[in-house]
C-alpha cells in the first residue's frame, strides 16, 4: 500500500512563489512515475508535471512550462514542485500521485495510481 501526503500550499500574490512537497511511504519501490495535478473549481483535474523514478525525465503541461520545476528525491521518494512567476490562473487544489507505469502529463488522468489529498495553492 502507498500513501502520499502533500504539503507546502498557501496563499500568493501573482509573481509570487511557492513549493510543494510530495512525500510517499509505504511500497514505494513500485513506483515509477510520480507527478503533479491540480484542479480548479468547476475544472477536470489536470496533469501540470511528471518526472520519471529512475531517469528523472520530466514533461510539463504547456501552461506551466517554464515557469514549474518538478524534481525528486529517489532515497526519501519525495518529489517537490517549485512554482515560480506565479498566475492567478494557478489557483486550484493540487495533488501529487505516482504509479507503477510511465504516463504523459497529457494522459495520465485521475484515478490512475495513488494519491494524496491535496494542498490549496491561491494566488491573487
Known amino acids: 500500500h502507498v500513501q502520499l501526503v502533500e504539503s507546502g500550499g498557501g496563499s500568493v500574490q501573482a509573481g509570487g512563489s511557492l513549493n510543494l512537497s510530495c512525500a510517499a511511504t509505504?511500497?514505494?519501490?513500485?513506483?515509477?512515475?510520480m507527478g503533479w495535478f491540480r484542479q480548479a473549481p468547476g475544472k477536470e483535474r489536470e496533469g501540470v508535471a511528471v518526472?520519471?523514478?529512475?531517469?528523472?525525465?520530466?514533461e510539463y503541461a504547456d501552461s506551466v512550462k517554464g515557469r514549474f520545476i518538478i524534481s525528486r528525491d529517489v532515497s526519501k521518494m519525495t518529489w517537490p514542485l517549485q512554482m515560480n512567476n506565479l498566475k492567478p490562473e494557478d489557483t486550484a487544489m493540487y495533488y501529487c500521485a505516482a504509479t507503477m507505469s510511465t504516463h504523459r502529463v497529457s494522459t495520465w488522468h485521475y484515478p490512475l495510481g495513488h494519491w494524496g489529498l491535496g494542498t490549496q495553492v491561491t494566488v491573487s
Open positions: 518526472i520519471t523514478r529512475i531517469h528523472g525525465g520530466t
Open positions: 509505504g511500497k514505494t519501490n513500485i513506483l515509477n512515475c
